[in-house]
């Protein structure tokens, strides 16, 4: 295995760059379909967990379950398959309303706080919109690199009565052990694929990292000296 090239914290720029370089993969495969690249959080998560692996070297897993989704302007939803659903799913599929992220544990730290990547947070606007929502413009990013401890918050008491985790400690995000199982499925049956589609995310990544050094080194170079008092 080679060394890794990243380190926690990773630099914002090179976040972007990381996001960038996974968006444009991704949804360049999807470029062609109606709704785009839309609904493939599983892909934005698998391919996503394997680049910032070999980047950084840590481990990096794709996770699935639900989420609370704030929409801005005290509107807010809930994604996530109902236990019938959940039950008689055979493939990940099967199941109409599920969320992907990304988990990075870090050992070296005392408290287990993993860092959340979501590559497919530029989607929420549309995820809205399917529950004739208006999701809110100051709220909308391309994508989220944020600790697991943030979405540690009361659930809004209109989405009381349809949160699934009765009994369990309040959160925004959550895991579901059967949807994992479904994912792990879908990544074990696609392995071939996905590992070209994160071999193609990472020679973009490094193009872009090449072209911002040689702008910057450009841009450096041609800067006028400024004149000298004698």
């Not at 990547?117 to 529950?131: G, H, K, M």
């Not at 959550?174 to 990472?202: G, H, K, P, Y």
């Amino acid at each position: 295995m080679h060394a890794p090239v990243l380190s926690f914290p990773v630099n914002q720029d090179i976040q972007k760059f990381i996001d960038a370089a996974v968006h444009e993969i991704i949804s360049n495969r999807y470029a062609d379909q109606p709704f785009g690249a839309f609904g493939k959080c599983a892909m934005y998560a698998i391919v996503g967990a394997q680049v910032l692996t070999l980047l950084t070297g840590k481990q990096c897993e794709a996770v699935c379950g639900g989420q609370i989704l704030d929409c801005g302007g005290g509107r807010s939803m809930i994604i996530a398959p109902g236990r019938q659903e959940i039950r008689h799913a055979r493939h990940l599929s099967d199941l109409r309303m599920y969320h992907c992220w990304i988990q990075v544990y870090l050992p070296d730290e005392a408290e287990f706080d993993p860092v959340v990547v979501d590559f497919s947070t530029r989607y929420d606007p549309q995820s809205a919109a399917l529950f004739h929502l208006d999701f809110a413009a100051e709220l909308q990013r391309d994508f989220i690199w944020c600790r697991l401890s943030d979405f540690d918050k009361p659930v809004p008491a209109s989405l009381a009565p349809l949160y699934p985790r009765t009994g369990q400690r309040p959160a925004w995000l959550w895991r579901d052990a059967r949807c994992e199982t479904l994912l792990r499925q879908f990544q074990q049956d696609n392995a071939a694929q996905f590992a070209a589609i994160t071999s193609a995310v990472l020679l973009n990544f490094v193009h872009r990292v090449e072209t911002a050094m040689a702008n910057a080194t450009t841009a450096s170079t041609s800067t006028p000296a400024a004149p000298v008092c004698v």
